[in-house]
């Protein structure tokens, strides 16, 4: 086949241009991982201490508490990433900034726990 039959030639492209368009799909699982990962930990640890302890736990109860956190905060990450594309932080900046994300913090916490509240209530 010659150079003529195959179309136009194109551009040959780096790693980060190649893999951009999974970008997101990528960025999403690693959140959803993460936050997965640290509720089952927290879950195990529960049944593990209260199993200790000789308290009698449900294994559905950890479940709902630690899911519905991570839940509420997983649906929280976007104005998380807005926050921090909006006021980044840097080295000349964070002094000014820090009453922003003392705010934030301050919301965060507030969303995250009525976030849990309305999750577990439908549980």
Known sequence: MHRSDAGPAREP????????????PFEIAIWVLVFGIAAAA????ILIDAHRDGLHVQAWQPVVEEGS???ASLLLVPSLLWLCERWPLHAGTWARRLPVYAAASLVWSLLHV??????????
């Open 13 to 24: 492209q780096d790693f980060w241009t190649r893999h951009r368009p999974w970008q997101r």
């Open 42 to 45: 927290n879950v195990a640890v």
């Open 69 to 71: 956190s991570a839940l």
């Open 114 to 123: 009525a976030g849990m509240v309305l999750v577990r209530n439908f549980a």
